[in-house]
């Protein structure tokens, strides 16, 4: 028999209210040793909240609490589930942890209601993994994204991977089945066709990967340019607080400054940079090696430069990255002549002009990366790409082997490999280490 497990689901700290857990076939017995109703008697009715308190074995009360009962199936987890509201104490909550614990139930590990819930067949392992990324989303296309995948959207279009591989799958082996059937060059030309069209969807979805990714982890948008240009004013504008210290001193930024922007719906990892020129200073000087090392990994450098003076020649500090647009400041200075012929987003940080076109052009770099932020918004996560690589390769070698008419049995271990690793995506292969993996990220009480 499973466990009943319980777990502090709300945030550590001092609040009004904290959610304690509790699941398992245990669920409603331990709820009926530590609870007594104000008024009425308690009772088990599914989804209903009923007020009393909980109390110790000495039947001393120890806090008044709001009780509800879920019935398995019909929970989160897919077990018999109860949810107690208490008052939000540190003390209060452990209190009336450990009484649970005293009546039966175990801590729960991280993630151990989800990979329940998975275990129970209520998510499969895409939803799994969306819990985490909504709970970790910063900005509302993060948001978006990990919904559709909550409702299943990646995981649906996984399942029709799955069952096309599986339709060809049935196909081949019919075939090694029944030798003295000859397969017709139609039947081949087909199975060849539908195994390039599932090459190219598992592709789209891979290529997807980089969306995820900024999603999760954010846009690394580098800040670099000369000294005095204004790159610490456009970081601090667009975080709309005064993080950098901003000085008419070049050479203010030394080290690198890294905070997190919502830019219109995308997370970006905003970099401010030291302004790069040469230096004896040693510890300013490090701050332009520190510089020069963010451009070259960033994904997109906003070079700014101030336009009321003469140019200055950046081409040989941005070589390394070409994604890369100038940032023409200080324009309400008036914009000198040496910058005519240059392309570059007119604007004043200080006087906060021209940062919506700033914020419209990294919106732009990020479409260019990745087909769409658009309305089908899914975000494969690393491990999701890692599992569709190995099967689009498995795919390809299935497809050459039938162009190149090699037998049957082969194609047929190339098709079941692709299967297994589509399969590792929703977790219907046998995958007890990569469940470890999943919902030991996770906090404990999800
Ligand atoms: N007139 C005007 N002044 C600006 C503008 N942006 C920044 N400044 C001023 O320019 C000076 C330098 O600004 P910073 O943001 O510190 O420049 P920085 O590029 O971070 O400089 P370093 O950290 O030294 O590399 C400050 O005095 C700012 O107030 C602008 O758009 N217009
Ligand atoms: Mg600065």
Do not use: W
């Not at 801590?107 to 939803?127: C, H, I, V, W, Y």
């Not at 948001?143 to 196909?171: P, T, V």
């Not at 607080?241 to 219109?264: L, P, Q, W």
């Not at 008036?334 to 700033?358: N, Q, V, Y």
Request: glycine content about 8%; hydrophobic content about 40%.
């Amino acid at each position: 028999m499973e466990d009943t497990i319980v777990a502090i689901a709300s945030p550590p700290g001092q609040g009004a209210v904290s959610l304690i857990r509790i699941s398992g076939i245990e669920s409603a017995k331990i709820a009926k040793i530590v609870f007594k109703g104000n008024k009425s008697k308690l009772t088990m009715t599914p989804r209903v909240q009923q007020f009393g308190s909980i109390i110790n074995s000495k039947k001393d009360k120890l806090d008044s609490v709001l009780m509800t009962f879920f019935q398995g199936p019909d929970s989160y987890t897919g077990e018999d589930t109860v949810e107690i509201s208490c008052h939000g104490g540190m003390l209060v909550t452990q209190t009336v942890l450990d009484v649970i614990i005293d009546a039966g139930a175990r801590l729960a590990e991280p993630g151990e209601f989800s990979k329940r819930s998975f275990l129970n067949g209520k998510m499969d392992l895409t939803q799994a993994e969306a819990v985490m990324d909504l709970i970790s989303a910063r900005t509302s296309l993060a948001m978006r994204a990990a919904n559709s995948q909550l409702d299943g959207r990646l995981g649906e279009q996984i399942e029709g991977i799955k069952n096309d591989i599986l339709g060809i799958l049935a196909h081949v082996e019919a075939y090694i089945d029944f030798p003295e059937e000859d397969i017709s060059p139609e039947a081949i030309e087909t199975i060849i066709e539908r195994l390039g069209d599932l090459v190219e969807l598992i592709g789209r979805l891979i290529d997807s990967a980089e969306q995820g990714r900024i999603l999760r982890e954010g846009l690394l948008v580098a800040i670099a340019g000369p000294p005095n240009a204004g790159k610490s004013t456009l970081m601090n504008a667009f975080l709309g607080y005064d993080r950098a210290i901003v000085s008419d001193i070049a050479g203010t930024t030394r080290d690198t400054i890294e905070e997190m922007a919502n830019i219109k719906g995308i997370p970006v990892r905003l970099i401010d940079t030291a302004g790069i020129r040469e230096v004896d200073d040693y510890i300013e000087g490090e701050g332009v090696d520190r510089a020069k090392k963010v451009i070259e990994a960033a994904d997109l450098v906003l070079l700014v430069l101030d336009g009321s003076v003469p140019i200055v020649e950046m081409n040989d500090f941005i070589q390394n990255n070409s994604n890369y647009f100038v940032v023409i400041n200080k324009n309400d200075l008036g914009i000198h002549d040496s910058f005519r012929s240059l392309d570059g987003i007119h604007a004043s940080c200080e006087k906060e002009t021209g940062l919506d076109e700033i914020a419209d052009a990294i919106v732009e770099h990020c479409m260019s990366k990745s087909e769409a932020f658009g309305d089908d918004l899914v975000a494969v996560n690393s491990r999701h790409r890692a599992c569709l690589e190995s099967s689009r390769k498995e795919l390809i070698k299935a497809k050459d082997a039938l162009v190149n008419g090699i037998e049957s049995e082969f194609v047929s271990v190339d098709l079941r490999c692709a299967l297994e690793s589509v399969g590792e995506i929703v977790g219907k292969a046998d995958v007890e280490d990569l469940l470890g993996e999943i919902f030991g990220s996770f906090c404990i009480g999800k």
